[in-house]
């Protein structure tokens, strides 16, 4: 097991964000990685905690290839951009835009006078060159909720190896998974195998379990 603390690491940004980038996989950023930070796993190649400013914006800008999903945890964020213009997010929501070989341009922003938090992460795509595409989840209030991945005869989320789910736990309360995974807890604490492990903590391990002691959400990713 591999735990990364995000507090351990810098603190950067741009524009009107501010954030802490716990994933960054050379295959994105080759010798431009930063000390301390994990490659991912599977097609997961970046994840940042990330806030914006009262009132701040990320700016008008393009991906290519990339499939972007963002995670609302506390706050608001005015989406705009070339796929489905005009959506707002709150929390629990989920968004996933797939720019595929068309691309996409966006610009997020916080409507509000007060700092808002969510979580980015890219993921390759399954098959490159595929067409621009856009969905917005909302997360479950416990237990898992797949908000990526999944086998190609389902429409309920992107298909992919690489799963992401969100996960709610309420005190008490356990998750476990088998093989390699990368979880992130974004909020509570709890304990996997010896390990304390507490809000901003990002884990690299193989057979996976976690108990919360205290009402508690995780990000966790793996592969089918």
């Known amino acids: ?3 990364i603390n995000r507090n351990t690491l ?9 954030e802490t980038r716990l ?6 950023f080759r010798n431009q990685t ?3 930070t994990s490659a ?15 009132h701040g914006d990320t700016r008008m800008h393009e991906h290519h290839e990339i499939d972007v999903i963002s995670i609302m945890l506390e706050g608001r964020i005015h989406h705009e951009g070339s796929l489905e213009h005009g959506q707002e997010l709150q929390v629990n929501d989920v ?5 595929g070989g068309d691309g996409f341009s966006h610009n997020e922003i916080n409507p509000d006078a007060s700092k808002n938090r969510m979580i980015q ?6 098959t490159p ?7 917005l989840l909302r997360a479950g209030t416990s237990g898992r909720t797949r908000i990526y991945g999944g086998q190609p005869d389902q429409d309920e989320t992107v298909a992919a190896r690489t799963v992401v789910e969100l996960v709610h736990l309420d005190e008490g309360e356990t998750v476990e998974h088998a093989g390699s995974s990368l979880a992130y807890i974004t909020a509570g604490q709890g304990r996997s195998d010896d390990e304390i492990l507490t809000e901003g903590s990002l884990v690299e391990s193989r057979d996976f379990n976690f108990k919360a002691s205290a009402d508690s959400k995780l990000i966790l990713v793996y592969e089918l």
């Not at 810098?10 to 501010?18: K, Q």
């Not at 994933?23 to 994105?28: A, K, L, T």
């Not at 992460?121 to 399954?126: A, R």
């Open 40 to 54: 991912g796993i599977g097609k997961l190649v970046y994840l940042a905690d990330a806030c914006f400013l009262p």
């Open 129 to 135: 060159g595929g067409p621009a595409n856009y969905q």
């Open 95 to 99: 968004q996933v835009q797939c720019a």
């Open 23 to 28: 994933v960054m996989s050379p295959r994105v």
């Open 1 to 3: 097991m591999r735990i």
């Open 34 to 36: 930063e000390n301390g």
């Open 121 to 126: 992460l890219w993921l390759f795509p399954e």
């Open 10 to 18: 810098r603190r950067g940004g741009f524009a009107g964000l501010r």
